[in-house]
Each structure stands twice: as structure tokens, then as C-alpha cells.
């Protein structure tokens, strides 16, 4: 273990530059080309096995060890986000209205410099590890489920996974079994009314005043029909209604997303959703689309593995709290990976100490602390050396 460290230490530096290099060149989801072939590239030369547009984007590379044994998977994921980038830094983003603004340039780099870590130690290791490089994360339907689909994880005993946390002091270590993110899907509605002049409401059938009832409406579904001991979001991000000043629209739009952790929730949103939309247009003689689009399921870690990196992150070097947090509402396809195998996913502190507050993520001015992929790296091989050794 102390010669791992020891590596990472080394490679730390490499870590950085292979961070800033991905940052300057972000690709978007169902866009990657680049990304995933430096990825590959890498492995290669490292002697490892390799497989290219794994669900049709993703790399998946193979280290075998002196020995055989179990298999431990470590997923990164690579792609970025249509934003433009406003931080003023050297490796600031070169393509305009792309950014890395969740750190999966981070991830990445944090599995490559474990990956030549690991591999110098490779003969003392007992059992194989799987680098899973996954892309399009951040847009459903991701690219998680095809990765699976095209045998990513086929041999694989347990699954550990990291995500970069920005609003979490570098050093800390979020940690939960059960639920620790949410449900994420989408909602889309038309509601279809009959336009007209302004000055006469009587003759038309008013989609802004029908819209803006239901998303009030919607809110009621939260704080009356959801049983309180559980939980659920429901946020109308989007509502158009392009009309000129003095006409009444015959038509809004709307979209948003519901979060959730039970079934039985997810299942009652999207049946009611509907049944408050149908109410809500119908008096008024309008018509409506509706369309529920399930996205990524929650992500529930495995009690067992999520003691196991609790307990051995408490000797991480750079790691100085393990902390139980309470479940998050965003989502992650990193569920798929654990409804197939057991295994983990874990938050890694990266918000700067001279930081009083950290820009969100998705923000056009996120950044991280580089130290953190250090502490990620360790604790990803500690995790991996550790169950392969106990396992064998």
C-alpha cells in the first residue's frame, strides 16, 4: 500500500497536466471522439488491455495482476457541459460553449494516474482491475446502460466510484449506503389553448394564465399527496410562451425534472402529474400534451462495500473526515452499474481552503482542488488492493 502511495505521489503532477490538457478540450455528451481515444491511447501504452466504443463511446481497459482472482471495476466518466467557460486561468477552456463545469476532467485523470500506479505494482496484485471510461454522463439516457449492455461488467465482483465535490472541503469524504442520489427524470407539457387579442380574454382560452395555474397547482402534489416521510422534487425549469405584448398565447411549454428515491413515489408523480395538468385544462375547454420520460434510477450503494470504504478511507493519506451525508437529489448513472453488482459511490471533498464558498457544479466558473484527485486515487487503490488482498 505504501508503494502505491508512493507512486500516486509521483504521478501526481501527471494527474494535473492530464486534468488541464481534457479541461482546455471538453467534448459534450454523444460527442466524444478525442477524449475517449487519448484515453485509450493511454492504456496502451501501459500494455493493458483495450476496448474502444464500449456502448458506442466508452473505453473499458483491463490490468491483470501476478495472480488470479476477483475482479474490481473503478469508474470515471469524461464528458462535459454546454456552457461557456468565464474563469480567467491558464488551462481555461479552448472550445467556445463547452465546458468541464462538473469535474469530470478530474475523474478522468484520477483513473489514469491510478491506472499507471497500479500497474507498476501489477505483479504483486492477486486478481484483475477493470478501468471503466464512461461517457455521456450527464445527459440521459447516459452512457452507463449501453457500456453494461456491451459487457463492461461482465466479471466483475464489486464496483467502487468517486465523484469530485466541490461544495465539500478538500479532505472530507462523503459517504452512505442505501439512497445517496435520486431518481432523475423529465417532464415535457404542451398545453394548447386559443389565442387572441388582448383586450378580449372572453374569446380566447389563455395558455400563460392555464400554465401558470398548473405549475402552482403541480407544487401541491409535494405538500399534500407525498407522504412526508418520503421524499420528492418537482422543479419547472422551463416556460415559453413567445407571443407579442398584447395577444394572448395559444400556447405555453414547460419542462422540468422529478426527483425521487421510491418506486412507489416515482410512480404516483408521474400519475398525478397528469391528473393535475387534466384538471387544470379541462374547465377552460384546452387541450394538452403530456410526456414523463424516466431517467436515471436512484443510486443505492451496498451496505457491506460502503462500511468497507468508510472504514479504510480513515487511513488515506490527505483524508481527515469520513463523513455519513444525507442523500442528494441529483442524479448519477452510476446506479445502473450497482443494480447489476455490488459496490460503492462516494463523494471526495476538492473546495479550496481560501475558498469561503465553492462555485456550484454546472457553474461557468466551477473549479476544483487539483489535491483532491490525489486523495481520490488513494483511496480508489486502497479500496482496490485492499478487496482483491481479502478476497483472493
Not at 481555461?92 to 475523474?107: E, F, P, Q, T, Y
Not at 484483475?128 to 452507463?144: L, T
Not at 401558470?212 to 421524499?231: G, H, T, W, Y
Not at 488513494?378 to 488482498?389: C, E, H, I, W
Given at each position: 500500500?505504501?508503494?502505491?502511495?508512493?507512486?500516486?505521489?509521483?504521478?501526481?503532477?501527471?494527474?494535473?497536466?492530464?486534468?488541464?490538457?481534457?479541461?482546455?478540450?471538453?467534448?459534450?455528451?454523444?460527442?466524444?471522439?478525442?477524449?475517449?481515444?487519448?484515453?485509450?491511447?493511454?492504456?496502451?501504452?501501459?500494455?493493458?488491455?483495450?476496448?474502444?466504443?464500449?456502448?458506442?463511446r466508452?473505453?473499458?481497459a483491463?490490468?491483470?495482476g501476478?495472480?488470479p482472482?476477483?475482479?474490481?471495476?473503478?469508474?470515471?466518466?469524461?464528458?462535459?457541459?454546454?456552457?461557456?467557460?468565464?474563469?480567467?486561468?491558464?488551462?481555461?477552456?479552448?472550445?467556445?460553449?463547452?465546458?468541464?463545469?462538473?469535474?469530470?476532467?478530474?475523474?478522468?485523470?484520477t483513473?489514469?494516474?491510478?491506472?499507471?500506479?497500479?500497474?507498476?505494482?501489477?505483479?504483486?496484485?492477486?486478481g484483475?482491475?477493470?478501468?471503466?471510461?464512461?461517457?455521456?454522463?450527464?445527459?440521459?439516457?447516459?452512457?452507463?446502460k449501453?457500456?453494461?449492455?456491451?459487457?463492461?461488467?461482465?466479471?466483475?465482483?464489486?464496483?467502487?466510484?468517486?465523484?469530485?465535490?466541490?461544495?465539500?472541503?478538500?479532505?472530507?469524504?462523503?459517504?452512505?449506503?442505501?439512497?445517496?442520489?435520486?431518481?432523475?427524470?423529465?417532464?415535457?407539457?404542451?398545453?394548447?389553448?386559443?389565442?387572441?387579442?388582448g383586450?378580449?380574454?372572453?374569446?380566447?382560452?389563455?395558455?400563460?394564465?392555464?400554465?401558470?395555474?398548473?405549475?402552482?397547482?403541480?407544487?401541491?402534489?409535494?405538500?399534500?399527496?407525498?407522504?412526508?416521510?418520503?421524499?420528492?422534487?418537482?422543479?419547472?425549469?422551463?416556460?415559453?410562451?413567445?407571443?407579442?405584448?398584447?395577444?394572448?398565447?395559444?400556447?405555453?411549454?414547460?419542462?422540468?425534472?422529478?426527483?425521487?428515491?421510491?418506486?412507489?413515489?416515482?410512480?404516483?408523480?408521474e400519475?398525478?402529474?397528469?391528473?393535475?395538468?387534466?384538471?387544470?385544462?379541462?374547465?377552460?375547454?384546452?387541450?394538452?400534451?403530456?410526456?414523463?420520460?424516466?431517467?436515471?434510477?436512484?443510486?443505492?450503494?451496498?451496505?457491506?462495500?460502503?462500511?468497507?470504504?468508510?472504514?479504510?478511507?480513515?487511513?488515506?493519506?490527505?483524508?481527515?473526515?469520513?463523513?455519513?451525508?444525507?442523500?442528494?437529489?441529483?442524479?448519477?448513472?452510476?446506479?445502473?452499474?450497482?443494480?447489476?453488482?455490488?459496490?460503492?459511490?462516494?463523494?471526495?471533498?476538492?473546495?479550496?481552503?481560501?475558498?469561503?464558498?465553492?462555485?456550484?457544479?454546472?457553474?461557468?466558473?466551477?473549479?476544483?482542488?487539483?489535491?483532491?484527485?490525489?486523495?481520490?486515487?488513494?483511496?480508489?487503490?486502497?479500496?482496490?488492493?485492499?478487496?482483491?488482498?481479502?478476497?483472493?
Open positions: 500500500m505504501e508503494k502505491l502511495f508512493t507512486l500516486l505521489d509521483h504521478n501526481f503532477d501527471e494527474m494535473v497536466a492530464i486534468r488541464r490538457h481534457l479541461h482546455e478540450y471538453p467534448e459534450l455528451s454523444f460527442e466524444e471522439v478525442e477524449t475517449p481515444a487519448y484515453i485509450a491511447a493511454f492504456h496502451r501504452a501501459l500494455g493493458h488491455d483495450v476496448r474502444e466504443q464500449v456502448g458506442e466508452g473505453v473499458v483491463t490490468l491483470r501476478g495472480k482472482g476477483k475482479t474490481v471495476a473503478l469508474r470515471a466518466d469524461f464528458d462535459a457541459l454546454a456552457i461557456q467557460e468565464e474563469n480567467e486561468i491558464p488551462y481555461r477552456s479552448k472550445i467556445d460553449g463547452k465546458m468541464h463545469a462538473c469535474g469530470h476532467d478530474g475523474h478522468t485523470a483513473l489514469l494516474g491510478l491506472a499507471k500506479a497500479l500497474n507498476a505494482i501489477k505483479d504483486e496484485i492477486t484483475s482491475v477493470v478501468f471503466i471510461h464512461q461517457h455521456a454522463e450527464e445527459i440521459a439516457p447516459g452512457g452507463a449501453p457500456m453494461i449492455e456491451d459487457g463492461c461488467l461482465d466479471g466483475v465482483d464489486v464496483i467502487f466510484g468517486t465523484h469530485l465535490w466541490a461544495p465539500t472541503p478538500i479532505g472530507d469524504l462523503l459517504v452512505r449506503d442505501g439512497a445517496i442520489m435520486a431518481a432523475a427524470d423529465k417532464v415535457e407539457i404542451t398545453i394548447q389553448g386559443k389565442g387572441g387579442h383586450a378580449e380574454p372572453h374569446h380566447s382560452i389563455d395558455a400563460v394564465v392555464l400554465g401558470s395555474q398548473f405549475v402552482v397547482n403541480a407544487q401541491q402534489l409535494i405538500s399534500r399527496r407525498i407522504d412526508p416521510l418520503k421524499s420528492a422534487v418537482l422543479t419547472l425549469g422551463h416556460f415559453e410562451a413567445i407571443n407579442p405584448f398584447n395577444v394572448i398565447a395559444d400556447r405555453v411549454v414547460l419542462a422540468g425534472t422529478v426527483r425521487t428515491f421510491d418506486e412507489q413515489v416515482r410512480q404516483q408523480m400519475d398525478e402529474l397528469e391528473s393535475v395538468l387534466k384538471a387544470t385544462c379541462q374547465p377552460f375547454g384546452a387541450s394538452y400534451n403530456y410526456r414523463y420520460t424516466r431517467g436515471y434510477p436512484p443510486v443505492y450503494n451496498h451496505v457491506e462495500d460502503t462500511a468497507f470504504i468508510a472504514q479504510l478511507a480513515n487511513d488515506v493519506p490527505g483524508v481527515e473526515n469520513v463523513i455519513t451525508c444525507p442523500p442528494f437529489m441529483i442524479g448519477e448513472d452510476f446506479g445502473y452499474y450497482l443494480e447489476k453488482v455490488p459496490g460503492t459511490f462516494f463523494f471526495t471533498g476538492a473546495k479550496k481552503p481560501e475558498w469561503e464558498e465553492a462555485y456550484p457544479h454546472h457553474h461557468a466558473r466551477f473549479d476544483f482542488d487539483e489535491r483532491a484527485m490525489l486523495i481520490a486515487a488513494k483511496t480508489l487503490g486502497k479500496a482496490t488492493l485492499q478487496y482483491l488482498q481479502k478476497n483472493k
